[in-house]
């Protein structure tokens, strides 16, 4: 799920929109691609999360639909905002796991692994910490030892876990992204 988002939010967008704007976003408008969304593609990207989450140490893989039909989305919440492209890249990277999340919450509840602490702990780090997770593997290690501490997680839904803290950072990494641009 991280490499979709990245890679959606890496790859060229053909902009369809005039130059940007002088001041950031509106902040309002980051829902755009998420509700932009067809059905299809939706389906397709909850299904494509679902296969990952199952298996969080295998190969990642989407389906080429799913990435066309995130980014068909993006050119036009773009064009329709006047967003940058760098706020674009922000609005897909939140749009895939709040998309994705009722299907993280399904799978971590059937594995009896709570996901609304698993989010509670991750939001209860500062804004900027939450917001470059990503690049920070400790960010990861501390949330998940406080989880294992409470008796939160345990060693048959570690994994999984894992993946859910992989869709809160990347939720909060496209919107901080998206507020500086």
Known sequence: MLKLAL????APLAMTAAAAPASAADIATITCVEKTLDAA???QLQQDLEKNLANPQGQQSYAPTTVQGIQKAAKACQAQHGWSDAATMAAILYAVPTVGWPVADRMARAARLDPKKVESRFMALPADERAQ?????????KVAEGALAAGEVNESNANLAGGLLG?????????ADFKAN
């Open 7 to 10: 890679a959606l939010a890496a």
């Open 41 to 43: 593609t939706r389906t």
């Open 133 to 141: 997770a990503m690049e920070n593997p400790d960010t990861f290690r």
């Open 167 to 175: 869709l809160l950072a990347v939720r909060e990494k496209g919107l």
